[in-house]
């Protein structure tokens, strides 16, 4: 037999037994062929990193953020268990909140230190409205075995309004589902092999989660407007958007009902703006900034508001709907003030700030659900 040949014969023999040993990999641990298929879902499945927010906030350092075998995050036993699921943007992802520090967890440990310990699991997507929430109850949860959650929580309000606002198409978090790539998607959710190689890459490449969560909010003069910002305007201006962002709630509270839950609706603020007492007070911008609510450029020196008026418009529609559907309604933007501390950019909390959310929904719902 020619040398050729000979390294012929043991490439291939070598290639059947990698590809068997494959193959064996994946049945035992992938779902390709058995298991949960999650088809082209776009949700983190199986994933741990590691995220270096030294710099960002108060206390800040390595943190840690994972997402289980069902693209969950908290602590839980059974999918049947879970007491309250909490569903929004990447508000409530919190990708740079170590675990055991979202407002999520310090929930669950509120009701735990009163001798009311409650499942609490979070199932927050970055950037998704509530088209994309709604897309989870079709795509996501079903695939989810024995899923029943007691009470969802949806803290919605700052992606509707920022999609509306900015006027761009929708993207895969909101379809849920991968359009472009859709073998790497299907590996991505059903290998064994793959997800190994994705969770590698993500601890290697964990500097991305710092790219979305970016602008820095600290150190700014913060000033009474000469005008305060007129909400009632606002809301006959938006008023068929609004009407849309109201059917898409009340849509919402229905498919929460499906998986035999009580909905509770909250709502939100932004890092933009201040709050003292019914005084709203706007932010003096440092530089030239551009401002993707308003879609243009914002001169150094100009008091700048962001959305409030918008978002308030949001919150008054989402509470309104929400006790003509009969949900339980906490409006977070009326009542709870932050500080400038409270917010690590324009948008996303500090662990502080993620307390003070989890006391202020604990306060109003400890005498609500049991």
């Known amino acids: 037999m020619s040398s050729t040949k000979k390294w012929a014969r043991v490439l291939t023999v070598n290639l059947a037994l990698l590809l068997a040993g494959c193959l064996v990999i994946e049945l035992i641990f992938g779902s390709i062929f058995f298991g949960t298929n999650y088809g082209l879902l776009v949700v983190d499945r199986n994933v741990s990193r590691e995220s270096d927010t030294t710099g960002r906030y108060a206390g800040g350092g390595v943190i840690e953020f994972h997402r289980d075998e069902h693209g969950l995050r908290g602590r839980y036993d059974d999918p049947a268990n879970i007491d309250i699921l909490t569903v929004g943007g990447s508000t409530t992802n919190e990708i740079l909140i170590d675990e055991g520090k979202t407002w999520s967890d310090r ?33 996501w949860f079903p695939r989810i075995p024995d899923f029943h959650p007691r009470y969802v929580l949806a803290y919605i309000g700052i992606n509707d309004l920022s999609h509306f606002m900015t006027n761009l198409p929708p993207n895969k978090w909101e379809l ?44 700014f003069e913060w000033r009474e407007p000469a005008l305060q910002p007129d909400v009632a305007a606002e809301e006959r201006r938006l008023a068929p958007y609004l009407d849309a962002y109201a059917k898409r709630i009340r849509l919402l509270m229905r498919r929460i009902r499906g998986l035999d839950a009580q909905p509770i609706i909250v709502t939100q603020h932004t890092g933009h703006y201040r709050l ?9 911008l440092k530089a030239d900034w ?26 008054r529609r989402a509470m309104l709907t ?47 659900i049991h």
């Open 176 to 219: 849920m589902t991968e359009q472009n790539k859709t073998l790497k998607q299907f590996l991505a959710n059903n290998s064994a092999i793959y997800g190994l190689y994705r969770t590698i890459k993500g601890m290697i490449r964990a500097q991305d989660a710092m790219l979305v969560h970016s602008t820095r909010n600290e150190g």
């Open 290 to 315: 551009r401002d993707p609510w308003a879609g243009k450029v914002k001169k150094a020196g100009t008091l700048d508001l962001g959305p409030y008026a918008a978002l308030m418009a949001h919150n």
């Open 322 to 368: 929400c006790r003509e559907e009969g949900g339980i309604c906490i409006d977070v933007s009326h009542d709870l003030v932050f500080e400038p501390d409270d917010f690590y950019d324009l948008v996303h909390t500090t662990p502080k700030g993620s307390e003070k959310v989890a006391r202020f929904l604990f306060e109003h719902l400890k005498a609500t």
């Open 276 to 284: 003292a007492g019914e005084r709203v007070l706007g932010r003096v």
């Open 107 to 139: 929930l669950a440990k509120a009701f735990a230190e009163v001798g009311r310990p409650m499942v609490e699991v979070n199932a927050g997507v970055d950037g998704q409205s509530t088209v994309g929430h709604l897309k989870v109850f079709e795509l």
